[in-house]
């Protein structure tokens, strides 16, 4: 457990609507990552930050942004949502783990719903 | 092509039997991960490996560099391991984000 809470865990909203995802952590890590889990497409990265205010798009950035403005809290906003973007979504973090390379630890995930 | 292949993608197994996943990679990486996944679960990582052979418990993971691929073990096997496995790797001069296998949905059989 690294201490990275989800929210909300659960939302349902309408094409069209603006929505904001937040990931919190409490151990001051300085990557974050948005990734989204669906069927058939496994895990893919939506976003990452290496630091507060900077980020970089992932593979599947159309549609989303996102910002960081404090250590702790990235934030994953959908400008107007649409029903491709149903999928849950999980947030992570790369904790350093010795010589070898980072481990990464998961979010909860929020399972969104666009109807 | 994916750059990350994991085989089986289902995988059926009678308790106490001894179980392999295989995961092969396309791409230089700097470390290769092995994560588990229960239904309607978070993910957890289990193993982060970049050369030779981590055992934790009932589970071993090894990784070929030369020959690009990983295989994880469970020994022993139990109905508490039915998860869905996913190889994910780190490649080389990224920021350390994941490039993820599809998985391997495992179901252990009392």
């Known amino acids: 457990d690294a201490g990275i809470t989800q929210s909300p865990r659960h939302k349902v909203t309408e094409t069209g609507t603006p929505v904001t995802l937040r990931c919190h952590q409490t151990?001051?890590?300085?990557?974050m990552y948005w990734y989204r889990q669906d069927p058939g497409h496994g895990l893919r990265l939506i976003h990452y930050s290496y630091g507060v205010k900077d980020t970089d798009k992932g593979e599947v950035s159309d549609g989303y942004s996102v910002s960081r403005s404090k250590t702790e809290d990235f934030l994953l906003t959908l400008e107007s949502a649409t029903s491709s973007q149903t999928s849950v979504y999980f947030c992570?973090?790369?904790?350093?783990?010795?010589?070898?390379?980072?481990?990464?630890?998961f979010g909860p995930g929020t399972r969104l719903t666009v109807l | 092509k994916n750059e990350v292949e994991q085989s089986p993608q289902n995988l059926t197994a009678q308790e106490g039997e001894f179980i392999t996943i295989n995961c092969s990679y396309s791409v230089g990486i700097s470390a290769l991960h092995w994560l588990q996944q229960h239904p309607g679960g978070g993910i957890v990582s289990l193993f982060m490996l970049s050369s030779g052979k981590k055992k934790h418990g009932r589970l071993i993971a090894t990784i070929n560099i030369q020959e690009k691929h990983s295989s994880l073990h469970i020994t022993a096997s139990h109905p508490r391991d039915s998860a869905v496995y996913i190889c994910a790797v780190t490649l080389d001069g990224s920021a350390r984000q994941l490039t993820f296998g599809s998985g391997t949905q495992l179901t252990v059989l009392p």
């Open positions: 151990e001051n890590h300085r990557y």
């Open positions: 992570a973090i790369s904790s350093p783990s010795g010589s070898s390379g980072d481990t990464q630890y």
